[in-house]
DNA sequence: TCCAATTCGTTCGTCTGACTAACGTTTGAC
DNA sequence: GTCAAACGTTAGTCAGACGAACGAATTGGA
């Protein structure tokens, strides 16, 4: 058996017993958001994959198409890759052809990425693929929760993320 | 409904919308979910390592207070912690003297994973710490908001675990 | 005008987390 | 008694987040 000192445990369940009652992991935002998050990726990746791309091209590419052709520095603060992963993205981008990166004449420390006429044509397909993810994902959710869901998420993203 | 904010989407108008509004990448729910969620785990992550804590100490620490002790593999099912990775979180928690695991007498392939008055004492930490995370990362939204948004997580991540 | 600080793209490397494969031991079903 | 499955474990892959540093180009200030 355990050899003496007889610590009362009362400190520890006093808080948690009655107070908040069973399944406090299961209610935890926190992790909520973690396990919505793995969940979603996952069919976000396995997606993308069956077209040979990856979830940043996605980001990619619809900001090229948003804000036209930009540098590598403003791609990412924009979809928030960071500049030394962006030069793998746009690398996989470029040998598909869907995107071209050419030195900036006004500014010679840049690059211009600009996206090309296949790589418009592939980002119709992915959104797409993209919609159908969405469905599977937000799947149990009405279209009225999925607006209030996608409105909460904003809300916070966009707190976070205005420093930069 | 969306009642109130009676201008909500105001950034389709500027852009040629033929295939879609702008902004489709801001409000593309498994992006926002994907950044929400990182923002909130680097948090958690960051205030847990002052008290030498990673995230799923917790939630191992959490399931043994909730359901008692158990075997590797029921803990697994129920944190979601894949059982290859168990095995070093486990390592790590009796390290640290919170958990204990020995063989189980009655099926020697199982260990029985339990939890110890400094376990006990610990996790009591952790959710104060996890509380003030909660609030860091839930900032910009009401009470009623949270619970929203906790109750629309609840019902994607419900939906999408049922197979185990 | 010249020098210092800054920006940009890039390379390299670290760290964590999700996930698979395989293996020996143990158990239960047949 | 045999065989399939469950269990814990080891090892390893892969992607993503993130930091450090560096050369080339640019900008701003003395």
Known sequence: ??????????????????????????????????????????????????????????????????????????????????????????NELVDRSLVERAPDSTDRRRNLVTLTAPGRRHLVKLDALLAEVENEVLAPLSPAQREQLTRLLTVLVDHHSRQM
């Open 1 to 90: 058996m355990v050899g003496g000192t007889p610590h009362d445990v009362s400190v520890a369940t006093a808080l948690s017993d009655k107070t908040m009652g069973a399944g406090r992991l299961r209610r935890l935002p926190t992790r909520l958001l973690s396990l919505a998050a793995i969940d979603s990726d996952r069919r976000v990746n396995e997606k993308l994959a069956t077209v040979d791309a990856r979830r940043w091209h996605y980001a990619v590419l619809a900001t090229l198409e948003e804000f036209g052709p930009q540098s590598q520095a403003e791609l990412s603060s924009r979809t928030g890759i960071y500049r030394s992963d962006l030069v793998t993205v746009i």
